[in-house]
């Protein structure tokens, strides 16, 4: 099942994209920016980024630990309908041997 996202309708990609249009960066009297606060801002989007991604991530853990639990389910009815048709055919051979004899 690939199921794409799309990351601009997003929530989260939607608050991002609002905090870097509205975030303000002090500005040094002489020579650029303020280092510091360039980076709190890094620091701040860096924060949100994991945050979405880690939510993503164990949305699809989620997702994957179902099918393989559907899938695990299948093989265990499938053992199990195996193990009934083997006994039927060790029944089968030990009454084909009982009438031989």
């Given at each position: 099942?690939?199921?794409?996202?799309?990351?601009?309708?997003?929530k989260e990609i939607?608050?991002?994209?609002?905090?870097?249009?509205?975030?303000?960066i002090r500005h040094?009297?002489?020579?650029?920016?303020?280092?510091?606060?360039?980076?709190?801002?890094?620091?701040?989007?860096?924060?949100?980024?994991?945050?979405?991604?880690?939510?993503?991530?164990?949305?699809?853990?989620?997702?994957?630990?179902?099918?393989?639990?559907?899938?695990?389910?299948?093989?265990?009815?499938?053992?199990?309908?195996?193990?009934?048709?083997?006994?039927?055919?060790?029944?089968?051979?030990?009454?084909?041997?009982?009438?031989?004899?």
């Open positions: 099942m690939d199921e794409s996202v799309d990351l601009r309708s997003l939607q608050d991002i994209a609002a905090y870097l249009r509205n975030m303000k040094k009297a002489f020579g650029g920016c303020d280092p510091e606060s360039v980076l709190s801002h890094l620091y701040e989007i860096t924060l949100q980024y994991e945050t979405l991604i880690a939510g993503l991530l164990s949305q699809g853990n989620r997702q994957r630990e179902r099918e393989l639990q559907a899938r695990l389910s299948q093989l265990e009815r499938e053992n199990a309908e195996f193990a009934r048709w083997q006994q039927g055919m060790v029944r089968w051979y030990e009454e084909s041997i009982r009438s031989a004899l």
